[in-house]
């Protein structure tokens, strides 16, 4: 969702006065009713008299081209982060957090004679509230505590547990935490949980079971083992030698993967190697108060993301940017990491987290002593480097192999591959009719046909970038990244699987990235020449101009990219559990 009021001169404004007391309310599609008209005034209209933050709605305005008026919303031309944004196609997307007065006044003026003008008010709603995950802890007086990540928590959510209401700690927006009473705790083995948001759009989540208790203390995860296989996992075999041909072969038809590769010569991937790394990963004993592992803001499920928008450090804070995917890490020439490319090598990315002051806060000297002081990690050291020793260069080296096995190549996509031959993909027999045409959008590859040059960011089989990109998400650089508003791209495999999108999170469905691509992509001065009419930096920011019909397959094909064998692959899962 774009964010810069100057790139609002180039979406439009609107004014339309039109009072809505939707007392109520759930946020169905109801037909705005018609404004009062005065001489000289615009009749605007939404189609949905009210939404939930983050939803969009199309604006019409009678006997108007939406591109013959501009827009504001609450007076604000375009609209900004707290009230709202609107598309040059007319569509209004609520903020992400609803506002104080909780409305959207939205006011429509002619361009030709700016005096014309008219408004229609939405009224906003609070988000449904979303639970990933519910661990709890029975404490000393046998009350149990509720740790609830999820997503769209607001104040004044409550907890329901079975016929009780009990009011939370909210942490943030995705992280709850309710204490339920021993007399509660105690009428069953399973407690059967719910989360409520208020009104305005009073919704409740998903009602989630969860065991009592399931989670252990602080102190104990700070003597916990890992659970490890007799014979260690293979990741030499599943990374290295049954990597498939569209991977190894440099001539293959999509492009030059092996070419990507960031492996330094000093650091292959070795099984005892990538064993100690998924061990480190998982281990909360890599934050100062064994509360966050790296899997915290990395979980298997969501491709190696954070499906939090922000993610949440061992003392409650958040992160300033969204936590990158790491399927296919290992796949990035320019070999740089996180989003702005401040860690030269995967191996200095990886200590950075733990030494952060909101992530991890602990320093490399006293993780050394922590760890060496257990009765396990000596042994897994000894088997990765040949000596028990415990140094930050091992820590990162582990971790580092542990990453770059995280290698997907068993989706639907892949499947096409298999079925070929010589490398060329056999889409027409392994993908659906919508699947291919959303392919030959995404790029035409050796196939032929019409394509939208999505692979020319996103190329090779891995679905990887080659460089930095400033993609307009803004019309005014905001975050700066790598510089003027340049951003690392992770490989689209699981793309599916792990929104919120962009460094920021502001996406949270493909299709709102759908449609930023196609009508929202910012005037930006430092814009990628890539998202310019014939990639002339001087050029006019492409609009794809996608049909509804184009939008579905392009979200088909983003699909088939979803490998849920390596999300569910024990090899790559928690050895603590």
């Known amino acids: 969702?774009?964010?810069?009021?100057?790139?609002?001169?180039?979406?439009?404004?609107?004014?339309?006065?039109?009072?809505?007391?939707?007392?109520?309310?759930?946020?169905?599609?109801?037909?705005?009713?018609?404004?009062?008209?005065?001489?000289?005034?615009?009749?605007?209209?939404?189609?949905?008299?009210?939404?939930?933050?983050?939803?969009?709605?199309?604006?019409?305005?009678?006997?108007?081209?939406?591109?013959?008026v501009s827009w504001s919303v609450n007076g604000i031309p375009g609209g900004n982060d707290t009230v709202?944004?609107?598309?040059?196609?007319?569509?209004?997307?609520?903020?992400?957090?609803?506002?104080?007065?909780?409305?959207?006044?939205?006011?429509?003026?002619?361009?030709?004679?700016?005096?014309?003008?008219?408004?229609?008010?939405?009224?906003?709603?609070?988000?449904?509230?979303?639970?990933?995950?519910?661990?709890?802890?029975?404490?000393?007086?046998?009350?149990?505590?509720?740790?609830?990540?999820?997503?769209?928590f607001v104040a004044g959510a409550t907890v329901k547990v079975g016929a009780i209401t009990i009011t939370p700690q909210l942490r943030s927006s995705t992280e709850l935490q309710a204490a339920v009473p021993a007399a509660i705790a105690a009428l069953g083995i399973r407690l059967e949980v719910t989360v409520a948001n208020p009104e305005p759009g009073a919704a409740n989540s998903d009602t989630i079971a969860v065991a009592r208790p399931s989670r252990p203390s602080r102190d104990t995860v700070a003597t916990s083992h890992p659970n490890l296989p007799a014979a260690m996992f293979d990741y030499v075999k599943y990374a290295v030698t049954d990597v498939p041909a569209q991977y190894t072969n440099p001539n293959a038809?999509?492009?030059?993967?092996?070419?990507?590769?960031?492996?330094?010569?000093?650091?292959?991937?070795?099984?005892?190697?990538?064993?100690?790394?998924?061990?480190?990963?998982?281990?909360?004993?890599?934050?100062?108060?064994?509360?966050?592992?790296?899997?915290?803001c990395h979980q298997q499920a969501h491709g190696f993301s954070d499906p939090a928008k922000l993610s949440v450090g061992f003392l409650g804070g958040t992160t300033g940017r969204h936590a990158m995917g790491l399927?296919?890490?290992?796949?990035?020439?320019?070999?740089?990491?996180?989003?702005?490319?401040?860690?030269?090598?995967?191996?200095?990315?990886?200590?950075?987290?733990?030494?952060?002051?909101?992530?991890?806060?602990?320093?490399?000297?006293?993780?050394?002593?922590?760890?060496?002081?257990?009765?396990?990690?000596?042994?897994?050291?000894?088997?990765?480097?040949?000596?028990?020793?415990?140094?930050?260069?091992?820590?990162?080296?582990?971790?580092?192999?542990f990453i770059r096995s995280m290698v997907t190549y068993q989706s639907k996509y892949d499947q096409a591959f298999a079925a070929g031959t010589n490398g060329t993909p056999n889409f027409t027999n392994v993908f659906t009719a919508s699947e291919q045409r959303g392919q030959k959008l995404f790029g035409s590859g050796p196939n032929g046909g019409p394509s939208l040059g999505c692979d020319r960011c996103h190329g090779t089989a891995a679905?990887?970038?080659?460089?930095?990109q400033n993609n307009g998400l803004d019309a005014v650089t905001t975050d700066a990244g790598a510089g003027n508003g340049r951003f690392k791209a992770p490989s689209l495999r699981n793309i599916a699987a792990r929104a919120p999108y962009m460094h920021d999170g502001r996406f949270t469905t493909l299709d709102q990235v759908i449609e930023f691509y196609n009508s929202g992509v910012q005037n930006n001065p430092d814009l990628s020449p890539l998202l310019r009419v014939g990639g002339n930096p001087g050029g006019a920011v492409v609009r794809?101009?996608?049909?509804?019909?184009?939008?579905?397959?392009?979200?088909?094909?983003?699909?088939?990219?979803?490998?849920?064998?390596?999300?569910?692959?024990?090899?790559?899962?928690?050895?603590?559990?």
Request: charge should be neutral; hydrophobic fraction near 40%; aromatic fraction near 8%.
């Open 544 to 577: 794809l101009n996608m049909t509804a019909q184009d939008k579905a397959d392009l979200a088909a094909f983003l699909q088939t990219l979803t490998d849920t064998t390596f999300m569910s692959d024990v090899k790559f899962s928690n050895p603590f559990n």
């Open 327 to 401: 399927s296919n890490s290992r796949y990035y020439q320019r070999a740089h990491f996180f989003w702005d490319e401040r860690a030269l090598t995967l191996e200095d990315q990886t200590l950075q987290p733990i030494q952060n002051s909101v992530e991890m806060g602990m320093t490399l000297s006293d993780l050394q002593t922590k760890l060496a002081a257990t009765d396990f990690y000596p042994a897994l050291f000894q088997a990765a480097f040949g000596t028990p020793q415990v140094t930050s260069d091992r820590i990162s080296k582990a971790l580092s192999q």
């Open 253 to 296: 038809p999509f492009g030059n993967v092996p070419i990507t590769d960031n492996t330094p010569a000093a650091n292959p991937i070795t099984n005892a190697g990538a064993t100690l790394g998924r061990v480190l990963f998982y281990d909360k004993r890599l934050s100062v108060n064994n509360t966050v592992a790296c899997a915290s």
């Open 463 to 468: 679905n990887v970038s080659n460089n930095i």
């Open 1 to 68: 969702m774009p964010r810069s009021a100057n790139r609002r001169r180039s979406l439009i404004t609107i004014s339309i006065s039109l009072a809505l007391i939707l007392p109520g309310c759930t946020g169905g599609n109801f037909a705005t009713p018609a404004a009062q008209v005065a001489p000289g005034t615009l009749t605007v209209t939404a189609a949905a008299a009210s939404i939930r933050v983050e939803q969009t709605t199309q604006l019409a305005v009678e006997g108007f081209d939406t591109a013959a």
């Open 84 to 152: 709202g944004y609107i598309y040059a196609t007319g569509k209004y997307q609520a903020p992400a957090a609803l506002p104080a007065d909780k409305q959207a006044i939205i006011t429509a003026a002619s361009i030709a004679n700016p005096a014309v003008k008219g408004s229609t008010t939405i009224a906003l709603l609070n988000p449904v509230p979303v639970i990933f995950a519910i661990e709890s802890t029975e404490r000393s007086d046998s009350s149990v505590l509720l740790d609830i990540t999820g997503k769209d």
